[in-house]
Structure formats: structure tokens, C-alpha cells
């Protein structure tokens, strides 16, 4: 069973950055894709963003893509997601995410097998 847990959510101002990390337990962390989901209130879970097993391509939601960077590293079986000129619209709980098989456009769409608690990012003045 894989475990995930994030960290780095927190308020921002419009325009401000944040990194969030997840520490990925439980399986061989380079067998994984991993990515990051968020949810907004009153909205359901979109994909954000992915990133393969090598951690040679990365996959972003198009509202995302330029500002968010999803990286992971292999040898402490951790990845992050560096937030920068965050939007109120950005406001979610993120939650870290990982896969053992797939493809962008099965986890765009139908998401990933497990998930962890979330970290909660709000963007207000």
C-alpha cells in the first residue's frame, strides 16, 4: 500500500509563490508516476499535474502550465510542486498523488490510485 503525505500549504498573497512536498512510503518510490490533484470548495478533484516514473516528462493542466513545476526526487522518495504567480483561483487543497501504470491522459481523466491526505493553499489579499 502506498502511503503519501503532503506539506507546504498555507496563505499566500495573489501573485506569491509556495512549494508543496508529499514523502512517498510504502512501494518502490521509481516505479511510481506521481502527481498532484487539487479540489476547490464546491468543486470536484481536477489533475493538476503528473510526472513519469524517470522523472524525464512532466504533464500539466493547461491553467497551470508556465506557473507550476513538478519535480520528484528518487532518493528521497519525495516529490513537490512549486507554485508560482498564484491566483485566487488557485485556492484548493492539493493532494499528492501516485500511480503504478497509465498514462497522462488516463490520469487527467480518471485520476490515480492513491492519494493522500491533502494540504490546504489559499490565495487572498
Known amino acids: 500500500q502506498v502511503q503519501l503525505v503532503e506539506s507546504g500549504g498555507s496563505l499566500v498573497q495573489p501573485g506569491g509563490s509556495l512549494r508543496l512536498s508529499c514523502e512517498v512510503s510504502?512501494?518502490?518510490?521509481?516505479?511510481?508516476?506521481l502527481g498532484w490533484f487539487r479540489q476547490a470548495p464546491g468543486k470536484e478533484r481536477e489533475f493538476v499535474a503528473a510526472?513519469?516514473?524517470?522523472?524525464?516528462?512532466?504533464f500539466y493542466e493547461r491553467s497551470v502550465k508556465g506557473r507550476f513545476t513538478i519535480s520528484r526526487d528518487n532518493t528521497k522518495n519525495t516529490v513537490s510542486l512549486q507554485m508560482n504567480s498564484l491566483e485566487p483561483e488557485d485556492t484548493a487543497v492539493y493532494y499528492c498523488?501516485?500511480?503504478?501504470?497509465?498514462?497522462?491522459?488516463?490520469?487527467?481523466?480518471?485520476?490515480?490510485?492513491?492519494y493522500g491526505k491533502g494540504t490546504l493553499v489559499t490565495v487572498s489579499s
Open positions: 498523488a501516485a500511480s503504478k501504470g497509465g498514462d497522462p491522459g488516463n490520469w487527467y481523466n480518471n485520476g490515480m490510485a492513491y
Open positions: 510504502g512501494s518502490t518510490f521509481s516505479r511510481l508516476a
Open positions: 510526472i513519469n516514473r524517470s522523472g524525464g516528462s512532466t
